[in-house]
């Protein structure tokens, strides 16, 4: 089955503990991205990745890192993460730019 | 940055009703997104265009790029429609995605 998987799906921690989501698409896509979404700010871009070892920073990009090492996984890494991480976080995939995007189920994240 | 706004935030019908939803933006774009989350937050893209009309169903969408607005219509309208419907344009220089603060629809039997 085509698919956007993000692992965890909730996930609680303490400030400053580094964490990372992943992310993996099986449809071969080369454009992959992760977004947040907090109420009354809807969603915003945080990077994006037009293929392989290609990434650029998107709205809201401060605080998060990513890397895209191989072309189905596209991983987010919180280094140190604060509070105001606490959001709804999304990852998508699409053939490229140019096509619909392909959603996964989104990670839960909440920032003690 | 490009600027999206929706209109309206907030939509209740009854069902069998037409729908619109509005999104404008403020840069000229190449592409717009209408995407659909159910409560419960799953998100699915509905249409993506360029230009003209798509129909899905008993779902359209159109977009005049020379005036920078789209609209999503729905057709016959059902409980099951009940949504946030939330559109997003790319920018003619980039390839990052700036999104609307969505439109959430209640379709009521």
């Known amino acids: 089955e085509a698919q956007v998987t993000q692992n965890p799906r909730y996930l609680i921690t303490v400030t400053g503990k580094k964490l990372t989501v992943t992310c993996s698409q099986n449809m071969n896509h080369e454009y992959m991205s992760w977004y947040r979404q907090d109420p009354g700010l809807g969603l915003r871009q945080i990077y994006y990745s037009m293929n392989v070892e290609v990434t650029d920073k998107g709205d809201v990009p401060e605080g998060y890192k990513v890397s895209r090492k191989e072309k189905r996984n596209f991983p987010l890494i919180l280094e140190s993460p604060s509070p105001n991480q606490t959001s709804l976080y999304f990852c998508a995939s699409s053939p490229s730019f140019q096509n619909e995007q392909f959603f996964g189920p989104g990670t839960r994240l909440t920032v003690l | 940055k490009n600027e999206v706004e929706q209109s309206p935030q907030n939509l209740t019908a009854q069902e069998g009703e037409f729908i619109t939803i509005n999104c404008s933006y403020s840069?000229?774009?190449?592409?717009l997104h209408w995407l659909q989350q159910h409560p419960g937050g799953g998100i699915v893209s509905l249409f993506m265009l360029s230009s003209g009309k798509k129909k899905h169903g008993r779902l359209i969408a159109t977009i005049n790029i020379q005036e920078k607005h789209s609209s999503l219509h729905i057709t016959a309208s059902h409980p099951r429609d009940s949504a946030v419907y939330i559109c997003?344009?790319?920018?003619?220089?980039?390839?990052?995605?700036?999104f609307g603060k969505g439109t959430s629809l209640l379709v009521t039997p």
């Open positions: 997003a344009g790319d920018s003619n220089s980039g390839y990052a995605l700036n």
């Open positions: 840069v000229g774009i190449s592409a």
